[in-house]
C-alpha cells in the first residue's frame, strides 16, 4: 500500500485549502484512513478521520467547525478541506492507512502506512 498526499501550499489566515491522499495498491473501503500533522519542533498530531464508509468523522478538537474530512472508496482517495485557517495550523500532513476500517481514533499505532507529507503553511 502507498499513499501519495498532495495540495498543501502556502495561504494566508482566513483561507483555505484542500489535501488529496491517493491509496494505491489496495482497496480504501478495506482502511481506515487519518490525517495527522507535524507542527514545526511538536510532536504529530491527530486531525481527522472518516469510519469507513464515510458516514461518521472523528475530528481534534483544535480543527473541528473547520475541517471537513471525505473518502471516496471508488476513487480510492481522502480529503481534508482545511477552511478559515490559523497560523497554528501551519504543519506537515500526512494521510495514514490503518488495517482496521472502523476505527477512526487517534492511535499512531492503529495506522500501518503512512504518506510523505505535505506542508501547509499559513501566513499572517
Known amino acids: 500500500v502507498q499513499l501519495q498526499a498532495s495540495g498543501g501550499g502556502l495561504v494566508q489566515v482566513g483561507g483555505s485549502l484542500r489535501l488529496s491522499c491517493a491509496l494505491s495498491?489496495?482497496?480504501?473501503?478495506?482502511?481506515?484512513m487519518g490525517w495527522f500533522r507535524q507542527a514545526p519542533g511538536k510532536e504529530r498530531e491527530f486531525v481527522a478521520a472518516?469510519?469507513?464508509?464515510?458516514?461518521?468523522?472523528n475530528y481534534a478538537d483544535s480543527v473541528k467547525g473547520r475541517f471537513s474530512i471525505s473518502r471516496d472508496n471508488e476513487l480510492n482517495t481522502v480529503w481534508l478541506q482545511m477552511n478559515n485557517l490559523k497560523t497554528e495550523d501551519t504543519a506537515v500532513y500526512y494521510c495514514?492507512?490503518?488495517?482496521?476500517?472502523?476505527?477512526?481514533?487517534?492511535?499512531?499505532?492503529?495506522?500501518?502506512?503512512w504518506g510523505q507529507g505535505t506542508l501547509v503553511t499559513v501566513s499572517s
Open positions: 495514514a492507512a490503518g488495517e482496521h476500517p472502523y476505527y477512526t481514533g487517534p492511535s499512531e499505532a492503529s495506522y500501518n502506512y
Open positions: 495498491g489496495g482497496t480504501l473501503s478495506s482502511y481506515t
Open positions: 472518516p469510519v469507513w464508509s464515510g458516514t461518521m468523522r
